[in-house]
Nanobody, 125 residues
Framework: QLVESGGGWVQPGDSLTLTCAVSGFNFNTAMITWFRQAPGKEREAVSF????????NYVDAVKGRFTISRSNAKNAVSLEMDSLKIEDTGIYYC????????????????????WGQGTQVTVAS
């Protein structure tokens, strides 16, 4: 089970941190990815982290502004979002894949076995 929290309404330039709490499978071997979906658009990958190695990746639109991290003690993954822009608005979902998996396809929604219900992020002035 994946449960997202931390969404809200903020102004451009503000910061927000999302958290994905994980249960029901082995967190320590999973790959966790944040996706987002803006109104009328397809769901897109934002960032992923390999819990085992700590390896991360980001899409170009968020590089330098978003930071993904893990807490093995809390079985959780966070997404710190800084310098938020209006185009960052959307529902943010966390997704998990368990071994065997390939991080090569981290940006594809079909690669994931588990999904959260999403949390809304609205960036508006």
């Amino acid at each position: 089970q994946l449960v997202e929290s931390g969404g809200g309404w903020v102004q451009p330039g503000d910061s927000l941190t999302l958290t994905c709490a994980v249960s029901g499978f082995n967190f320590n071997t999973a790959m966790i990815t944040w996706f987002r979906q803006a109104p009328g658009k397809e769901r897109e990958a934002v960032s992923f982290i390999s819990i085992t190695s700590g390896h991360t990746n980001y899409v170009d639109a968020v590089k330098g502004r978003f930071t993904i991290s893990r807490s093995n003690a809390k079985n959780a993954v966070s997404l710190e979002m800084d310098s938020l822009k209006i185009e960052d608005t959307g529902i943010y979902y966390c997704a998990a894949d368990v071994p065997p998996y390939s991080t090569k396809y981290w940006y594809q929604t079909a690669a994931y076995d588990y999904w959260g219900q999403g949390t809304q992020v609205t960036v508006a002035s």
